[in-house]
């Protein structure tokens, strides 16, 4: 217990004495509500006394007025600002809505055979744009090269990678060679 109220004694300011009598006089001062109204009271029936009472009074009237336009006009800002990201919400949805309709109505489709076969025996796959000749050589469409399948491919530090489907290493200079015969296949750099 000792520590708590050696804590509570540190946080204190040093003039709390004086703090607290400065708050009890300005208490006085400045009463409101029903301890204001009996120290205005006391203030006796003479005209000054009436006359400072009113100047007091109509501060006070003017103080609550001036608060009340103030925070209406702050609900008002407020109702605003919710009507506005409620609409936007909304029309937010409805805009996702018709794109989602729209997207459903026209659906993609392929206009071509999934494969193609041509007279010499090479067919085009039209769903991965893979050409592949008679004797399977595999290009691919879209560029020209030759195509390996990636998942064959094992890849080397100095820019090699070899082909473990058709045994085949390609250096980085583009030089092919056969893994089983250790012959060079083709220059193509």
Known sequence: ?????NASRAV???????????????????NGGLMGMLESARGGNSIKAFLKRSATNATNLALITQNGIGNAGALVSQLAQQNMERRNAETMKKVMADLMESRNRVKAENV????????DGSTIDTNNNIRTTPNGTQYDTVTGALYVDPL??????????????????????GTRIDINTGLKIEVTA
């Open 112 to 119: 071509l055979d999934s494969m193609i076969y041509f007279n």
């Open 1 to 5: 217990m000792s520590s708590i109220s």
């Open 152 to 173: 064959s491919i094992i890849q080397m530090a100095n820019g090699a990678y070899l082909d473990t489907k058709n045994n085949i290493m390609t250096m980085g200079d």
């Open 12 to 30: 204190a300011p040093p003039n709390w004495l004086e703090d607290a009598y400065t708050s009890i006089e300005t208490a006085k001062k400045n």
